[in-house]
């Protein structure tokens, strides 16, 4: 069956511009997280979602940063005014629960603010 | 800040030879020791998801042991093989359900 897909694999955008990143969980996974990694650094926990809502946002930098998952499926990452500090790796991951479930993630999008 | 600390940073082994790493994390609100294996332009592959004291898990030549109320686990290899060559990221889940990577062991086997 088809893992976790990020849209778009690569983004280069330019300082202060707003970007969405796409995540599409496994279908049926309820649990979805949200991380960043940057260069050097272990993934660094964002946001996660159960069902539609934000379950826990604290992870989250700053409010320039948002996440959506409408529909409970389907989730997009939104960051605001880019700034140059916001490059790095986005990746996201499902798992059936958010118990004691394995978490599978997707590629990731690697984002560049110029 | 929570610390999940990995050690080595990075590893160069012959194929054949048996390794391990070391994935150190905090020993309070613990729920979930997760590793991962991570090979380059691929998605984080899970490992093991270990939760007990003292809990082994096995998966082919790679095994993991944990130890909960000192906060640390170990990553074995048996018999390394090129293919092995990865970054391995273990993430310290507590009882939040927040999940705390470390910056992984990269491991590279040589022919």
Known sequence: GAGVSQTPSNKVTEKGKYVELRCDPISGHTALYWY???LGQGPEFLIYFQGTGAADDSGLPNDRFFAVRPEGSVSTLKIQRTERGDSAVYLCASSFLAGNNEQFFGPGTRLTVL | ILNVEQSPQSLHVQEG????????????????????????????????VMTLNGDEKKKGRISATLNTKEGYSYLYIKGS??????????AFRNTGN??????GTSLTVIP
């Not at chain 2, 927040?98 to 910056?103: E, L, P």
């Open chain 2, 17 to 48: 030879d048996s390794t391990n790493f070391t994935c150190s994390f905090p020993s309070s609100n613990f729920y979930a020791l997760h590793w991962y294996r991570w090979e380059t332009a691929k998605s984080p592959e899970a490992l093991f």
């Open chain 1, 36 to 38: 960043r990694q940057s």
């Open chain 2, 98 to 103: 927040q999940f705390y990577f470390g910056t």
């Open chain 2, 81 to 90: 093989q090129p293919e092995d060559s990865a970054t391995y990221l273990c």
